[in-house]
């Protein structure tokens, strides 16, 4: 099984995929594709040139350019979790190719977000609210880039929707709720 993980950034993905890592799950970033390739291109990894090259990539060879860089070497007998994905034709490619997938989304209202943001001091962050506000409508929705970001459109289509707008604790009830239905679902 292939769980997909999207959503806003600071949304707490990360809560959700510690989860799935401590069910045995192989943990996969989409990140860590494309920061090799900016590394090997010799440009500077950020934000903005991971997402770039993601575009590229998809104009490129197609909108599951980066979904089947990873299927190339992902054992599909096993369970992972890829993490994020950032086109809704990614997950489309994910339902066409991967017998289960399941594509779970994480959200939070954005004044909360930008708090999380601010506290976890992540160098690649943006450290304003007007930075904030501009990396987050590049990541929703782009109109005039349909081979770019799309986090809006995947949180409209993903299977299970996770707000986050909340304590911890309730996050995980959530998250424990959600994998008692894939369990039923797919075990």
């Not at 081979?147 to 707000?163: H, P, S």
């Amino acid at each position: 099984m292939i769980i997909g993980i999207c959503g806003r950034i600071a949304a707490g993905k990360e809560t959700l995929t510690s989860f799935l890592r401590n069910k045995g799950f192989q943990y996969h970033e989409s990140s860590s594709l494309l920061k090799k390739e900016l590394e090997r291109l010799g440009k500077e990894i950020t934000r903005t040139n991971m997402q770039d090259l993601a575009d590229e990539w998809r104009n490129k060879d197609g909108v599951g350019a980066l979904m089947k860089k990873f299927l190339e070497k992902l054992d599909l007998n096993e369970n992972h979790i890829i993490d994020s994905l950032r086109n809704a034709g990614e997950a489309d490619f994910m339902k066409k190719n991967c017998k289960d997938f399941i594509l779970i989304g994480v959200d939070a209202p954005q004044k909360i977000r930008f708090k999380r943001l601010v506290e976890r001091g992540k160098e690649s962050d943006p450290k304003t609210w007007e930075e904030f506000v501009k990396v987050d409508e590049r990541d929703n929705f782009d109109a005039s880039n349909p081979m770019g970001q799309q986090t809006g459109k995947l949180l409209e289509i993903a299977d299970f929707v996770i707000m986050n707008d909340q304590d911890l604790e309730k996050a995980m009830k959530e998250v424990e709720k959600i994998w008692e239905e894939i369990k039923e679902k797919c075990f």
